[in-house]
């Protein structure tokens, strides 16, 4: 009992790492620019793919990962100058356009890689053993990316120039740009600093886990649960969200299988709807 709970304790640390970027990538951009990017999960399997894509053509895993987060960003930029910055004032056009841009990126994906799972090259590799329990050194890294990859979004937000335009452009449109603040350009740097959360976010979740083009689908529901928890455009909430989901999916999985996982989490997010629709963080508008 001991080795599950040790398990579930070490696992779901590493599942909610990962998830926190995702959703706090999610949550960032509707809550400085009020997109509803149903495409997020797009950016989290591309990098994974893309980045395998460049290993084998030769490029070294760790310049892969770090061209693929890019190019992932460049994508978002490139989505979001493209088309929503256009339709931005339409929630509905924008939830169709993003979310056929994510069926038509995975049908892509599907053509050219097939439907079955592949896993992202080892950055490291080795096994540390805490009492009976195995965890890899690709799970450890995993966490520690994650925890200084959140904790660099936390101080650009709060302690750098640029992270306090986003934050005032997402407490107040019309004031930002009355004191002088492109809102437009925030919005973008928003999107490129979404897109890549969710990048590096499938670069971890590939390490450990296999993906396939349909866990786009997959990492957005998880993601949607988590920022509903955690309460829309709060990321703070969100990365809070992210362990308590994270745990829960972990527990899930070990006691019932991973087949119940995102059976449990749609059952999570229609009962916050119901009993707390605003999240733990969020605020009634």
Not at 68 to 94: C, D, N, T
Not at 211 to 224: Q, R
Request: charged share 10%.
């Amino acid at each position: 009992m001991i080795d599950i709970l040790l398990r579930i304790l070490v696992y779901g640390a590493v599942v909610s790492g990962i998830w926190a970027l995702v959703a706090s990538g999610f949550s960032l951009i509707f809550g400085v620019s009020r997109i509803l990017n149903f495409a997020h999960g797009t950016f989290f399997v591309l990098s994974a793919y893309i980045g395998i894509s460049l290993y084998k053509y030769g490029l070294d895993p760790y310049i892969a990962s770090v061209v693929s987060v890019f190019l992932v960003g460049m994508i978002g930029v490139a989505l979001y100058s493209g088309i929503l910055a256009r339709i931005k004032e339409h929630e509905v056009m924008i939830i169709i356009v993003t979310l056929a841009f994510a069926l038509l990126v995975e049908q892509i994906l599907i053509l050219l890689f097939g439907e079955h799972g592949i896993s992202y090259p080892s950055l490291i590799t080795g096994v540390l053993r805490i009492g009976s329990v195995p965890i890899t050194y690709k799970r450890i890294l995993a966490f520690f990316v994650a925890i200084i990859c959140l904790i660099l979004l936390e101080v650009f937000i709060n302690k750098t120039r640029t992270g306090k335009k986003v934050s005032a452009s997402s407490q107040n449109v019309e004031g930002a740009m009355l004191v002088g603040i492109n809102v437009d350009r925030i919005f973008m740097l928003t999107m490129f600093i979404s897109a890549v959360l969710a990048g590096i976010g499938g670069i971890l979740y590939t390490q450990v886990f296999a993906a396939t083009p349909m866990v786009a689908m997959k990492s957005l529901i998880y993601a949607f649960a988590i920022v509903i928890l955690g309460g829309l455009g709060s990321v703070r909430g969100s990365i809070v969200a992210a362990f308590i989901v994270g745990y829960v999916i972990t527990i899930v999985i070990t006691f019932f299988g991973a087949r119940w996982s995102e059976f449990v989490t749609l059952l999570l997010i229609i009962a916050i709807l119901i009993f707390r629709p605003t999240g733990l963080f969020g605020v009634e508008e």
